[in-house]
């Protein structure tokens, strides 16, 4: 388990490239509302060469960007939603999905393990407004 205290966005950039030098094939993220999670998203698929603004999709579930996917699991009740959503076509040697509250569906994500590299990613507020700590491991 790596852990990062961060309180920049330029930090935060520097944990995401840390994240993607691990080339994953899943970024589960977890943590508090709020807690960066999101923003996290925005500076890999900035690092990932993404054009496109990166917005939450919370209310549509899935984003696809190219083969950079972006998922939020706040609604889902079950695992099940998410192999709903077609969670396993997105699973590729060149593609890259992250799932933000990835602990709601956690069973499920870890399912797909012999997919490819799974990396979980927590967010926790720090002590100060802008702190985070940062910590994250392959599983």
């Not at 094939?25 to 690092?47: D, N, R, Y």
């Not at 889902?76 to 939603?81: K, L, N, P």
């Not at 590729?92 to 509250?101: A, K, L, N, R």
Request: glycine content about 10%; charged content about 30%.
């Amino acid at each position: 388990m790596i852990t990062r205290q961060i309180s920049s966005k330029k930090e935060l950039g520097i944990v995401a490239r840390e994240i993607w030098q691990m080339k994953p094939g899943i970024i589960a993220l977890e943590g508090p509302m709020g807690a960066g999670k999101t923003a996290f998203t925005k500076e890999l698929a900035k690092i990932m060469g993404v054009k496109d603004e990166i917005v939450s999709p919370t209310f549509v579930l899935h984003r696809p960007y190219g083969n950079f996917h972006h998922i939020d699991c706040w609604r889902m009740e079950s695992g099940g939603e998410l192999e709903q959503l077609g969670f396993e076509k997105m699973l590729g040697f060149d593609s890259v999905t992250v799932i933000e509250w990835a602990d709601r569906v956690k069973e499920t994500v870890l399912k797909y393990k012999g997919r490819g590299k799974i990396v979980w990613v927590k967010f926790e507020y720090g002590h100060k407004k802008n702190e985070r700590r940062i910590s994250y491991e392959n599983i």
